[in-house]
């Protein structure tokens, strides 16, 4: 079964996280009570027992508001151990493991059926990575704010524009509340408020 896959596909397609950092995903991470997700760097922090240290691809912490649709993903989840997402077999999440999956099971068996001409770009040539592109074309799309997306991917313009601008938890809700990653309409779930 590939239900597992469709957890993280979903989530990649609400969130923009790369699959790296959705894989490293735990649950403290997640504000239910707030609908935040918190993402922290812990490149430059020592390293605890057992533990693997996260480093974030931009090297900066950052938070994200949960869309509602992520939510519903994540209720949906069995809560297995620290980590949010789990493979088939209950294990840890593998990035590597994840796009092999997703080529040998889904894009490869599919692609047939969604036909692109070979020198164009097509459903055959999806990855785990065109969610994150999805996910900001669909900000760009919606008129949400560069500046929002920027800091909800972890993207940095220049040094001093990321030092002077902060963005509000109240803007961030409200440009979130705005998307509809999966097409669904309805209230936020259960637990998760403004």
């Known amino acids: 079964s590939l239900s597992w896959l469709a957890g993280v596909v979903m989530a990649l397609a609400c969130s923009g996280l790369p699959i790296a950092e959705l894989c490293s995903l735990r649950w403290n991470d997640i504000d239910e009570v707030n609908g935040r997700l918190t993402l922290t760097d812990e490149s430059g922090r020592s390293r605890q027992v057992g533990r693997q240290r996260r480093e974030l691809k931009s090297g900066r912490s950052r938070q994200l508001p ?5 939510a519903n993903v994540l209720a949906g989840l069995p809560r297995v151990d ?4 789990h493979g088939a077999r209950g294990g840890r999440l593998k990035p590597d493991t994840v796009r092999n999956i997703l080529v040998r099971e889904v894009i490869k068996p599919l692609q047939a059926r969604f036909p692109s ?3 164009e770009k097509g459903f055959k040539d999806g990855r785990l990575h065109s969610f994150r592109h999805y996910f900001a074309s669909l900000c760009a799309n919606r008129g949400v704010p560069e500046r929002v997306v920027m800091d909800w991917l972890g ?8 030092h002077y601008y902060h963005l509000h938890d109240a803007e961030s809700r409200q440009q979130m509340d705005r998307l509809n990653p999966l097409n669904t309409a309805g209230t936020r ?3 998760i408020s403004n």
């Open 66 to 70: 949960i869309h509602t649709d992520l």
């Open 82 to 85: 620290a980590f949010v997402f």
């Open 117 to 119: 001409a070979d020198d």
């Open 155 to 162: 993207h940095k313009d220049s040094n001093m524009v990321q």
């Open 189 to 191: 779930p259960t637990g």
